[in-house]
């Protein structure tokens, strides 16, 4: 039986055997555990003492032995541990020292006798967590208590550097500890600090929704601290979907063109993100910016509402904004309109809410890209549809000559290839770097929008033999393609005629099992133009 199954087993005698035979107890096993530290956490006192009195540094090791016995509840080795000399400040950087590793496992026993025997109770982990944020986190109230009487800073003094980390009360805020909070206020309007978080706590307790907690540092004046650089409560609550708790800080007067992180988000990005149109739209009554942007991509919140992939939502939240005045033609930097960026997400019926406004079909963006090409690089068969529907080009080319079907095929939406391919997408253009689609299909291995390329005529103008071998090896493949473009097609609610075409020739006998889904699908899309 080798040291480590002796020391688990408390097998005294047979490590003072080892030892009296030379045994290194500086010996390190894979976890980064000594003898002593492994006895430390697992081991009984007696085994602590006799590794002890052989000679082994109480503090060496990559795993310190003080903390390890910390972290495992273990208050008789922490005792021998100290009385042999070991440092009760030492610990890991990333954990932190012994008190630390106590507070975090809730020993308040250990944190007590490491208190009274000089335990450095401001001491930090690599987060820049004390003892007492540890405490407030887990909303141990005598832990705190005990901190606190032992000189605990209750406003940490790396927090007037670096603003954005929490405090002890934000962290029991957040975690919806409502009696330390109430400890942790009181101590602080005893102290003469209150406030000098500057309101973090409540803007913690905002993104989690703690509505009581809310209203207690309310009536304790948290609305009226001097908040740092994107730390509103209100952007706080918008930004982590707490649209009731939003309410509450706007009928007390929040600032609605507060800006959020170095993006510069506004409450209404955050509204429109989220879908909350009633949010929103209150938001716009109290005078919020509708025309505020990004600073990276230069979106607006009309371009955020365009994005939402609930159709009944994006549309709602884009009819308030134009109501307001939000201009409908508006540009992100990149040159996306709320056409490319309704059709990247399958909003038909925004799409044709947009089509009807008068955007044309055909509007590029700075890559040249039109929203087709947009639909077909995300496979929106809904778009496709309708965009083909209002006239757009269906072979309209991209700076780098790329049509649709290229960019389709280059993504590897197969469905979208079928699609295009049916209404009548080019076969045979290429693009700047001379590749047709059936080219780009094969340089990119995507067997499938290949073979609904070679079904319907393209030009065997790239290695043929290839794409034979595959036709035939491949046939349980593709006919599981099949059944998913059906799914797929169907989900995104388009319509597929189950006419003699080059897609419903690939599809067979399947096009005409669905044909009654399909029809309801395009009656949707007819009444939606």
């Given at each position: ?19 009296k ?10 976890a ?18 006799l ?24 208050l ?90 929490f ?12 009696e ?17 978080d ?45 649209p ?13 063109q ?22 929103l ?29 609930y159709?009944?939502?994006g ?43 008068g ?18 690089e ?39 290839v ?69 799914l ?42």
């Amino acid at each position: 039986m080798n040291i480590w199954d002796s020391i688990r087993r408390d097998s005294q005698d047979r490590v003072r055997d080892l030892i009296k035979h030379g045994y290194d107890l500086t010996t390190v096993d894979k976890a980064g555990d000594t003898p002593l530290t492994l006895a430390s956490r697992s081991g009984t006192e007696d085994m602590v003492r006799l590794l002890l009195e052989a000679g082994v540094d109480p503090d060496f090791g990559p795993c310190f032995p003080l903390s390890a016995a910390c972290a495992n509840g273990r208050l008789s080795s922490v005792k021998v541990l100290l009385e042999a000399g070991a440092n009760v400040n030492r610990g890991h950087p990333l954990t932190g020292t012994p008190l630390i590793n106590a507070a975090v496992k809730k020993y308040a026993d250990i944190v007590m006798f490491l208190l009274r025997n000089g335990a450095d109770v401001n001491a930090t982990n690599s987060a820049w967590m004390t003892a007492l944020h540890w405490a407030a986190l887990l909303g141990l109230v005598n832990m705190a208590q005990c901190l606190v009487r032992h000189g605990a800073d209750l406003i940490p003094s790396e927090y007037f550097q670096y603003p954005d980390r929490f405090t002890p009360l934000a962290h029991a805020a957040h975690h919806d500890h409502l009696e330390m909070v109430k400890y942790l206020i009181g101590k602080m309007e005893e102290q003469g600090v209150a406030g000098s978080d500057r309101g973090l706590a409540l803007c913690a307790a905002a993104g989690s929704g703690h509505v009581e907690i809310i209203n207690l540092l309310l009536e304790h004046g948290w609305h009226n601290m001097e908040l740092p650089k994107g730390s509103s409560p209100l952007l706080y609550a918008i930004a982590h979907a707490q649209p009731t708790i939003a309410e509450l800080f706007l009928s007390r007067g929040a600032d609605v063109q507060a800006t959020f992180g170095r993006e510069k988000k506004t409450a209404l990005h955050f509204a429109a993100l989220w879908g909350q149109v009633r949010l929103l739209r209150n938001l716009i009554r109290r005078g919020a910016n509708f025309e505020a942007r990004t600073k990276t991509e230069g979106e607006t919140p009309l371009h955020v509402a365009s994005k939402n992939r609930y159709p009944s939502y994006g549309l709602k939240l884009v009819r308030a904004l134009l109501n307001a005045g939000a201009d409908i033609a508006s540009r992100r930097n990149d040159g996306r309109n709320i056409l490319h960026l309704a059709a990247s997400v399958g909003n038909v019926p925004l799409l044709g809410r947009a089509l009807r406004h008068g955007i044309d079909p055909d509007s590029k963006t700075v890559r040249g890209l039109t929203p087709l090409a947009i639909a077909a690089e995300y496979g929106q068969l809904g778009s496709i549809s309708i965009l083909l529907r209002w006239g757009a080009s269906i072979d309209a080319r991209c700076n780098e000559n790329c049509t649709p079907l290229h960019v389709a095929v280059v993504q590897g939406q197969w469905p979208a290839v079928g699609l295009l391919v049916e209404n009548g997408s080019s076969l045979d253009l290429l693009n700047s770097r001379g590749y047709s689609p059936l080219q780009e299909a094969r340089e990119h291995g995507h067997k499938a929008a290949e073979t609904i390329l070679l079904q319907a005529g393209a030009a065997e103008n790239s290695r043929p033999e290839t794409a034979c071998v595959h036709h035939r090896n491949n046939q349980h493949q593709i006919a599981a393609m099949k059944r998913t473009m059906i799914l797929s097609i169907m989900g995104t609610k388009t319509q597929l005629r189950a006419k003699s075409s080059p897609l419903a020739g690939w599809l067979g006998d399947w096009a005409t099992e669905f044909s009654p889904s399909l029809q309801l699908l395009q009656k949707e899309l007819e009444s939606t133009c």
